[in-house]
């Protein structure tokens, strides 16, 4: 279920916010800052990053939501901030985005442990992805280190398969990517 809501980002009139069975989606907006800090630096939670892969301070964190809010929210590319839908309670965050160096479009997460091994990522991703080809995109793609098992399973119950591993600056790991043809239907959770 998708809806719009007055968005509380000063200069945004109005912003989709996208609604599951326990989830509730909204546009990230400065306000989520202090939900972010506390996310970025359980390291934990970087070590699947695929990019820097180390716990960021409070100024870390801060230039990557200035970054984030930067992106043009055209075509479907959106960062949302994941609450849970009866309580405000803050998940993670899971977006489309573009893909650094290409013009593909990236899916993109990160939950707090917390909220870890409840399927909250698959429900959250499958209803950005769908936001996405609503919104026109024609081809998403996921990367995740080989070793980060549960965001390729995350990736996969979305309904991506795997094109292509190659090396990364990040150690002696792999990247998997996975792709998506509009045509294909998503995978039921
Ligand atoms: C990766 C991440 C989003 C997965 O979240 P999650 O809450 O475990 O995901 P879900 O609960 O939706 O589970 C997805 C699937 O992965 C499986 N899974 C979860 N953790 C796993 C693990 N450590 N090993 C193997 N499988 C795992 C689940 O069983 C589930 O599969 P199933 O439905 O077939 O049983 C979460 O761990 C996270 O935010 N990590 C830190 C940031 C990160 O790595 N982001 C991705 C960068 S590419």
């Given at each position: 279920m998708?809806?719009?809501v007055v968005s509380p980002n000063p200069g945004v009139a109005r912003q989709t916010w996208i609604c599951t069975a326990r989830l509730r989606l909204r546009p990230l907006c400065a306000d989520d800052l202090s939900d972010l800090v506390e996310l970025y630096a359980d390291p934990e939670v970087m070590?699947?990053?695929?990019?820097?892969?180390?716990?960021?301070?409070?100024?870390?964190?801060?230039?990557?939501?200035?970054?984030?809010?930067?992106?043009?929210?055209?075509?479907?590319?959106?960062?949302y901030r994941v609450e849970d839908r009866a309580t405000g309670a803050f998940f993670g965050r899971c977006g489309l985005r573009p893909e650094a160096g290409s013009e593909k479009t990236?899916?993109?997460y990160a939950f707090a442990q917390h909220a870890w091994w409840r399927r909250i990522a698959t429900e959250a991703s499958i209803a950005v992805v769908r936001n996405g080809f609503a919104a026109g995109l024609g081809r998403i793609v996921g990367c995740?280190?080989?070793?980060?098992?549960?965001?390729?399973?995350?990736?996969?119950?979305?309904?991506?398969?795997r094109v292509s591993e190659e090396p990364t600056s990040v150690g002696p790991?792999?990247?998997?990517?996975w792709t998506r043809p509009i045509t294909t239907g998503l995978m039921k959770s």
């Open positions: 998708t809806g719009t070590r699947g990053s695929s990019g820097v892969a180390v716990a960021r301070d409070r100024a870390a964190s801060e230039e990557w939501l200035r970054q984030a809010l930067a992106i043009p929210t055209i075509g479907g590319w959106m960062t990236e899916l993109a995740a280190l080989a070793k980060n098992v549960a965001s390729l399973r995350v990736l996969e119950k979305v309904g991506m398969r790991l792999s990247t998997m990517k």
